[in-house]
């Protein structure tokens, strides 16, 4: 009996000590957790701006503390693995000064500047062409999002030229619009590289064949407009209901006002239609109440207007 006893008395101890050595371990490892969290730690930020296919170099890096609970993903803690002896890096998109450097923001070790390290999966890279118009005079930067529209002219038509939007909420990956010319001044953009799906890509490149495109800027995160209207010559005057048939806005103009009805095409029958009325007998004028006002005293006054 007193062995069973002590054997279940030692089952006991050994459960309640199994059960304070994980609620010390917890402990210890939330405190851990909390110091470090509430440490720093030194990872690689841009001392300089790097653009787009700049080297990564130790005069253009400098390590700094950064909050352990704030450090993004894929930053670098030593020199050693941003830079390996006698490999280089080159940045893949624009970083600022104090802006961390990133993995997935330069290249490959021993790898030159490649837009298909930045495509995600099944995305194809496309370049157009473009001039100080079309590129919307130098505004549109990597990563903006565009409207890409084609003006063409239609085959065996005379004045058929139309514009139509061909792909809508287009990131733009790249555009030389950073190069510069010999003096130091800036050099007009000529291509601009988008990231579209394959299909797109065969749009863009027959759509350079077959007419021009332009870009246009939209604000970022907007939706796609599901109405998509032609414009023909024919659109090309001041009625914004009169070739394209989007739904009315809520606001026209800057004042509020919808724009004024235009006036209908005279024919011959409106015509005839007019001159009898203006023939017919006009009703008698019956006159209208006027107020005349004399100091405090008000008088109202019949008037005839007209014969």
């Known amino acids: 009996m007193a062995n069973r006893q002590t054997l279940i008395a030692l089952g006991v101890a050994i459960i309640l000590g199994l059960v304070a050595v994980f609620l010390a ?34 005069d253009r890096i400098r390590f700094v503390d950064y909050p352990n609970s ?80 084609i003006t063409r002219q239609l085959p065996d038509a005379a004045n058929s030229q139309q514009t139509d939007v061909l792909l809508q909420n287009v990131r733009v990956i790249a555009i030389d619009q950073q190069a510069k010319n010999a003096d130091g001044s800036p050099k007009l953009a000529k291509t601009a590289t988008l990231e579209v799906n394959p299909l797109d890509a065969q749009k863009l490149a027959l759509a350079q064949e077959v007419g021009s495109l332009s870009l246009v800027l939209r604000k970022p995160g907007e939706q796609n407009n599901p109405v998509v209207e032609t414009v023909a010559l024919n659109d090309l005057r001041y009625n914004m209901y009169g070739g394209a048939r989007y ?61």
């Open 70 to 149: 704030s450090i993004p993903p894929g930053a670098f803690t030593n020199a050693a693995q941003l830079m390996p002896a006698g490999r280089k890096r080159v940045a893949l998109m624009p970083i600022s000064i104090n802006e961390p450097i990133l993995n997935g923001k330069i290249s490959a070790i021993g790898a030159g500047a490649s837009i298909a390290a930045l495509l995600p999966e099944g995305m194809r890279a496309a370049a157009v062409r473009i001039n100080d118009v079309s590129g919307v005079a130098g505004f549109v930067q990597p990563n903006d999002s565009v409207d890409v529209l």
């Open 25 to 58: 371990n917890t402990f210890l490892i939330n405190k851990q957790k909390q110091v470090y969290a509430s440490g720093t730690t030194r990872i690689a930020v841009a001392s300089a701006p790097l653009a787009y296919g700049t080297d990564i170099k130790a």
């Open 247 to 307: 739904p009315a806005p809520a606001v026209v103009g800057s004042f509020g006002s919808a724009p004024a009805a235009a006036p209908p095409t005279r024919t011959a029958a409106a015509g005839t239609t007019a001159h009898r009325a203006s023939t017919a007998k006009k009703p008698a004028n019956s006159g209208h109440d006027i107020e005349v006002y004399r100091g405090t005293k008000v008088d109202q006054m019949k008037v005839k207007v007209g014969g």
